[in-house]
């Protein structure tokens, strides 16, 4: 099954999909060289910060392990702040690494040779248009 990598740097995420199952034992908070991931990423070092499974469950790092738990909540992470000690259980998938993971997040440690712009030009074009739309064009007289 194909990973969807989501790397992201300051701000920007980079979004890609890998077949290999190389990643698949590690977790949350492992560090991983680029170029184990795809040749394009040789110099990077990428941290994993998170992930979703295929039925949509978070990663939850405190949670051992590959299976789905239910964990007590009482504020911060999917709760909200308005409610006063109330706790709410949900389900979460355990912060390891698993055939079963879709969705992968990381964030960038260490740069590596190219920046991620160069890396994914395919994905650059929709800001660049986007720049593009937004600068008044000038030498037009406004009647």
């Known amino acids: 099954m ?8 300051k701000g920007k995420a980079w979004k890609f999909e890998i077949e290999s199952e190389s990643l698949v034992g590690k ?4 560090k991983i060289e680029g170029k184990d991931i795809d040749a394009k990423l040789d110099g990077y070092e990428l941290e994993i910060t998170g992930g979703s499974d295929i039925a949509g469950f978070p990663m939850f790092k405190e949670a051992e392990g590959i299976g789905l738990k239910k964990v007590l909540l009482t504020k911060g992470w999917g709760m909200h702040d308005h409610t006063e000690g109330i706790r709410r259980r949900k389900t979460v998938r355990g912060k390891t690494l698993s055939a079963s993971v879709v969705q992968i997040n990381f964030k960038v440690v260490k740069k590596g040779h190219k920046s991620l712009a160069e890396t994914f030009p395919e994905q650059n074009k929709a800001s660049e248009a986007e720049k593009k739309e937004a600068k008044p064009e000038s030498g037009v007289k406004a009647e």
């Open 2 to 9: 194909a990973f969807k990598l989501n790397i992201s740097e």
């Open 27 to 30: 977790s949350i908070g492992d």
